[in-house]
């Protein structure tokens, strides 16, 4: 028997009933992370399975623990680039199998939560060659890698940050007002969005649009499903950073109001916001700084503008390898390079974008510039 994470009011009892002697160990004031460690290896064995899907996971961590221990060593030798390349591929093996095993004869090779896990380890590859990890202590990366509330919907949470929390030594009071209570309201948002919005908005809404394509039906379609998405998906995001909490690791939030947002480039510091930034930081900044490094380009705008492309493309494929989700890839990155090509040539851009009217224009219009997006994104053209 497996769970549907964070997807149905039973997983919540079994959440709740797990959560309960970390609450208790912070309550006094003792270190959580033993106990979330355990908590993680029991709650993922109720969620993956008992079937060939646990054989995945556990081919899968320790492929990826050799991978890491091995390149740290390594690296403290030599920064050789070309090693380094062998072993970043080498991380992204499994996602990598995983995209392509519907497309043969072999079904499906994985299990819940592989992107997510895979994002840790090839991030831990990119950092132990920059020289940003100084140590891979086997507890801690195991523990980062397994951590089971952001198992399958994220957010994607960074190695050292994760680190950095487990060694916090949270007194009482701390842990109420700064772990706790936080933690339990961002899971009561969690239930509102995902439980109550987001079915509320399937039901009665997105479930009533008739199956025919037309104009009006498509219209009503991008609407109701953006905005489904979004609770669904925001309300996973809400449960796994509150389940973090009680934990005592402050893991990162995944959404911030993003429909207000003034253009597309705002959108995605809103929108995932630690796949927005992993992307960002390991694609797109990585992309630009080597390009003018290298003068491939005359203009850092120009270089900008490849990344984006590139950035956004790769998002699509890691969805899926589906033409809907890779045009869904291309659609954002044009959107953004348009977004920025407008904003640095509009005389009436500059002239009025602080005033309120206008303000307000760019949040309807980006508003329908996402939504759109999310049409397609859905596969309703499919």
């Known amino acids: 028997m497996t769970f549907s994470q964070y997807g149905d009011y039973f997983y919540l009892y ?28 029991f709650m993922i064995f109720l969620i993956i399975g008992r079937d060939v899907s646990l054989l995945y996971f556990t081919m899968f961590m320790i492929f990826e ?84 509330p952001t198992l399958s919907s994220g957010p994607i949470d960074r190695s050292r940050r994760f680190e950095a929390d487990l060694e916090n030594s949270i007194p009482k009071e701390e842990y109420i007002n700064d772990y706790l209570v936080p933690g339990f309201g961002k899971i009561l948002m969690g239930v509102g969005y995902k439980f109550v919005l987001a079915f509320l908005i399937n039901t009665y809404w997105m479930s009533k649009i008739p199956s025919d394509i037309n104009f009006v039906n498509s219209i009503n379609y991008m609407y109701a499903y953006s905005l489904y998405l979004f609770f669904d998906f925001a309300g996973y995001s809400l449960f796994a950073v509150g389940t973090s909490y009680i934990l005592g690791i402050k893991t990162p939030d995944n959404f911030n109001k ?11 510091t809103r929108w995932h916001i630690s796949l927005s930034r992993w992307f960002g930081d390991y694609i797109f900044s990585r992309f630009v700084i080597s390009s003018m490094r290298k003068k491939r380009f005359k203009k850092r705008a120009t270089a900008a503008h490849v990344a984006q492309m590139i950035t956004m493309i790769t998002m699509g494929f890691w969805h899926g390898l589906t033409w809907y989700y890779i045009l869904y890839g291309v659609y954002q990155g044009v959107v953004l390079i348009l977004t920025d090509i407008y904003q640095k040539k509009s005389k009436f851009y500059k002239k009025h974008k602080k005033e309120k009217w206008f303000e307000i224009v760019q949040i309807v219009i980006t508003f329908n510039i996402a939504c759109f997006g999310l049409l397609i994104f859905s596969g309703y053209f499919a």
């Open 14 to 41: 079994i959440l709740l009933l797990t959560l309960t002697p970390a609450v208790v160990l912070g309550l006094l004031g003792k270190n959580i992370k033993y106990y979330g460690i355990i908590a993680s290896v």
């Open 65 to 148: 623990i050799c991978l890491i221990k091995g390149y740290f060593y390594i690296r403290q030798k030599t920064k050789n680039k070309y090693i380094y390349w062998v072993f970043l591929f080498a991380s992204m093996l499994p996602i990598i199998i995983n995209k392509l095993s519907p497309y043969t004869s072999f079904g499906v090779i994985g299990f819940i939560g592989i992107s997510y896990l895979n994002f840790r380890t090839i991030q831990m590859i990119i950092e132990i060659y920059d020289g940003a990890i100084k140590e891979v202590n086997l507890f801690k990366t195991l523990y980062f890698i397994i951590f089971f």
């Open 258 to 268: 993003p429909f207000i947002s003034k253009d597309m480039k705002e959108f995605w």
